[in-house]
């Protein structure tokens, strides 16, 4: 296992359209994190999962985001009707109940154009 | 509502000196983790160090160590003996001790080595 694993790592998009990420977290970590990063700005926390309930979603997550992990293993993160304002970094993470620090993904850059 | 600041945007150091990085954060929590992760350019955040606040031993990780001032919320990073691999991004981050709780971060300071 080499880590967590994001794709895709770039995705540029036409301004309304939906885009879809997935996150391969490290194979016994049960703990999931969705992020987002702009530029300059430090990781805003979006979402997480345990297994696969998500058991918390930030206000920044709109009724435009959606995320989910089917079976406890991977996880998606879509986002419909994209805006100029949702151009970041994705960021996921993952993390077990014998580690306290979260483990990173290299992230999803997106840009809406 | 838990938050944390850098306020050092950016920071430069000589090769093979030191340098302080700060952190300050708020929280009414009395057990929490604190976290300095690394963020080099286009490349995954790594873990550099973290301290329990129930410990008062400051922990160490090799050039790297903290300062960890509980009393007033304050957690500086220290690198010595400063290698151009250090340039990056430097995060503070803040954990509850909840499972539920997720990282909250700094906005970050950008650390550059020069030769």
């Known amino acids: 296992d080499t880590g967590v694993s994001q794709n895709p790592r770039h995705k540029i998009t036409k301004r309304g359209q939906n885009v879809t990420f997935r996150c391969d977290p490290i194979?016994?970590?049960?703990?999931l994190y969705w992020y987002r990063q702009t530029l300059g700005q430090g990781p805003e926390f979006l979402t997480y999962?345990?297994?696969?309930?998500?058991?918390?979603k930030s206000r920044l997550l709109s009724d435009r985001f959606s995320a989910e992990r089917p079976k406890g293993s991977f996880s998606t993160l879509e986002i419909q009707r994209t805006e100029q304002g949702d151009s970041a970094m994705y960021l996921c993470?993952?993390?077990?109940?014998?580690?306290?620090?979260?483990?990173f993904g290299q992230g999803t850059r997106l840009t809406v154009v | 509502a838990q938050t944390v600041t850098q306020s050092q945007p950016e920071m430069s150091v000589q090769e093979a000196e030191t340098v302080t990085l700060s952190c300050t954060y708020d929280?009414?929590?009395?057990?929490?983790?604190l976290f300095w992760y690394k963020q080099p350019p286009s490349r995954q955040m790594i873990l550099v160090i973290r301290?329990?606040?129930?410990?008062?031993q400051n922990a160490t990780e090799n050039r790297f160590s903290v300062n960890f001032q509980k009393a007033a919320k304050s957690f500086s990073l220290k690198i010595s003996d400063s290698q151009l691999g250090d340039a990056a991004m430097y995060f503070c981050?803040?954990?509850?001790?909840?499972?539920?709780?997720?990282?909250?971060f700094g906005k970050g300071t950008r650390l550059s080595v020069i030769a």
């Open positions: 993470a993952s993390s077990s109940q014998e580690f306290t620090e979260a483990f």
């Open positions: 194979s016994e970590h049960n703990r």
């Open positions: 999962f345990q297994n696969e309930a998500q058991l918390e």
């Open positions: 929280t009414s929590e009395s057990d929490y983790y």
């Open positions: 301290q329990e606040a129930y410990k008062q």
């Open positions: 981050a803040y954990r509850g001790t909840s499972g539920n709780t997720p990282l909250v």
